[in-house]
């Protein structure tokens, strides 16, 4: 099984690429290395959307994988995840992908520019749509939804728009 890895910094892999073995270093941020039978490539694409979407397509257009995983430290709204808890995200929303007009902030779909239902959207989201879910692999592996933010921010009033 060919797995990809990704990250946007080594720091969130570090623990991790400790415990296998390194058999190829092409790149600073794309290694490969093994683990049993499995052959794990890790593509650190640095912090934020756009750098995780270039680097990803990049590799996307040049091999094909049975499994890609984002490793992250990310956030969470709900206080029942713990930090360094294993989630598989269903569905994803861009919470900050809009406009600020004279009544404030609209999404792209709120203002007109986007459809909610063009793909890859689905009433506005991303959506998992893989009928074998990942859960059904690692039983009793929590389903989320998931929120992209461009600018993430520790100020309460902020993240309540």
């Not at 797995?3 to 073995?21: D, G, H, N, Q, R």
């Not at 290694?31 to 990049?58: A, H, K, M, P, W």
């Not at 992908?97 to 709120?110: A, I, P, R």
């Amino acid at each position: 099984m060919k797995i990809l890895c990704v990250s946007a910094t080594k720091i969130e892999v570090a623990p991790l690429i400790k415990k296998i073995k390194k058999l190829l270093n092409p790149l600073d941020h794309n290694c490969i290395y093994q683990f049993r039978d499995l052959e794990i490539q890790f593509l650190i694409t640095g912090i934020g959307s756009v750098n995780t979407t270039y680097f990803l397509t990049r590799e996307l257009t040049r091999q094909i994988f049975d499994l890609i995983i984002n490793i992250g430290i990310a956030g969470s709204f709900n206080k029942s995840i713990e930090i360094g808890s294993v989630v598989e995200v269903r569905e994803e929303t861009f919470a900050d992908l809009g406009v600020f007009d004279e009544k404030g902030f609209k999404t792209l779909f709120d203002s007109g520019f986007l459809e909610k239902n063009v793909f890859p959207f689905i009433d506005g989201k991303l959506i998992n749509q893989k009928n074998d879910s990942f859960t059904d692999l690692f039983p009793g592996l929590k389903k989320v939804s998931g929120v992209t933010v461009i600018s993430p921010s520790g100020n309460l009033e902020r993240v309540k728009i």
